[in-house]
């Protein structure tokens, strides 16, 4: 499975972005598509996942309210919608893929990750 991120840049604090992760390779092994983050000195922290098959989506708490993951069939995208920028919400941005079939938001149960897009919030 390989995985292209993209959609990041730079963008004023409540201003909007939508991240786009393009997947190729087999369906079965990314069941889940999931997007995470990494801010300088801090750990890697979940932000959203959907389940390919059934569209479920979960959100951290980060995320919940502003942000809005979806997914398109036909063009083979996942895509996480940000809304209402905070400066906190500066980091690298990684979609990653799992194959689990249980829906997970544990970033060591994503088998394939992007090579990551970094979005940056200004005051």
């Known amino acids: 499975v390989q995985l292209q991120a993209s959609g990041g840049g730079l963008v004023q604090a409540g201003g909007s972005l939508r991240l786009s992760c393009s997947a190729s390779g087999r369906t079965v092994s990314r069941h889940n598509m999931g997007w995470f983050r990494q801010a300088p000195g801090r750990e890697r922290e979940f932000v959203a996942v959907i389940n390919w098959v059934a569209g479920r989506t979960e959100y951290g708490d980060s995320a919940t309210g502003r942000f809005s993951i979806s997914k398109s069939n036909a063009a083979n995208t996942v895509y996480l919608q940000m809304n209402s920028l905070k400066l906190e919400d500066t980091a690298v941005y990684y979609c990653?893929?799992?194959?689990?079939?249980?829906?997970?938001?544990?970033?060591?149960?994503?088998?394939?990750w992007g090579q990551g897009t970094l979005v940056t919030v200004s005051s």
């Open positions: 990653a893929a799992s194959p689990r079939a249980v829906m997970t938001t544990t970033a060591s149960e994503f088998e394939y």
